[in-house]
């Protein structure tokens, strides 16, 4: 399980990592927005315009077990193009994964808290650990793990990580990236939080880490929005 879940989350990281930095393909944006796809993720139903769509959807249906969205700051408006290209249009993307609940034994899963011990480092070959960390204050009532062990792999790539709430049950988790670090050119932070049942996670610029109760808001705002569009269309179809 534990092998799987940090597989998961390092493919997670890696997928939005590329789709950041990747440009839009060309399309007829005249009609992406009122062109809507409906989707299934665990038992929440949204009706989404195309332009917020990131990637292609799975095969099968409406339901999926993940999936990828791509919003402008500051509104979480649709992604245009009209933000330009280069570094100027990566600073203002930001990318919205969803993901169903892990469910083991028929029992859901603190994902947060998984999240959490995983870039903490507590995640070990004889299982996971539930130490009590060192932290400091950091934004906007996140406090920052301040004891990471800086030799280890995971720290190279996000040796920052930050928590609302506490260790065993955390309400939100943030990992960011550091220039100079390892390989990394362009930070990003990763703000992780959920959505009833629904694991919800927004990629975006380091620089925007101080915002991150504006950025959790817009997003629980925007799928708000997409699960009222749903309700809507199964009301005209009555």
């Given at each position: ?10 493919l997670g990281?890696?997928m ?27 038992d929440?139903r949204?009706a ?16 999926q ?64 650990t539930t ?30 990580v ?27 932070c990763?703000?992780a ?15 925007q880490?101080?915002?991150?109760r504006?950025?959790r ?22």
């Open positions: 399980m534990m092998k799987s879940t940090m597989a998961a989350v390092l990281t890696a939005i990592s590329t789709a950041m930095h990747a440009r839009a393909a060309p399309a007829a944006r005249e009609s992406g927005m009122t062109q809507k796809v409906t989707v299934r993720v665990d929440v949204y989404i315009p195309r332009d917020y769509l990131d990637g292609p959807l799975e095969p099968g249906g409406e339901q077990h993940a999936l990828l969205l791509r919003a402008m700051l500051p509104g979480f408006t649709p992604d245009l193009g009209d933000a330009g290209q280069g570094r100027a249009r990566d600073r203002m993307l930001v990318n919205i994964l969803l993901e169903e609940p892990a469910v083991k034994a028929g029992v859901a899963q603190d994902m947060l808290a998984t999240d959490y011990r995983l870039y903490a480092g507590d995640l070990t070959a004889q299982g996971m130490r009590a960390h060192r932290f400091e204050p950091a934004f906007d009532g996140l406090r920052r793990v301040a004891d990471l062990d800086e030799s280890s792999e995971r720290w190279k790539r996000y040796p920052d930050y928590i609302e709430g506490d260790e065993q049950h955390p309400t939100t988790v943030m990992t960011c990236s550091r220039a100079g670090v390892g390989i990394v050119n362009f930070p990003q990763v703000l939080f959920m959505a009833g049942r629904i694991k919800v996670s927004v990629h975006a610029e380091r620089d880490a101080p915002n991150w504006a950025l808001t817009g997003a629980l705002r925007l799928l708000d929005d997409f699960q009222a569009q749903a309700q809507a269309q199964t009301t005209r179809g009555k």
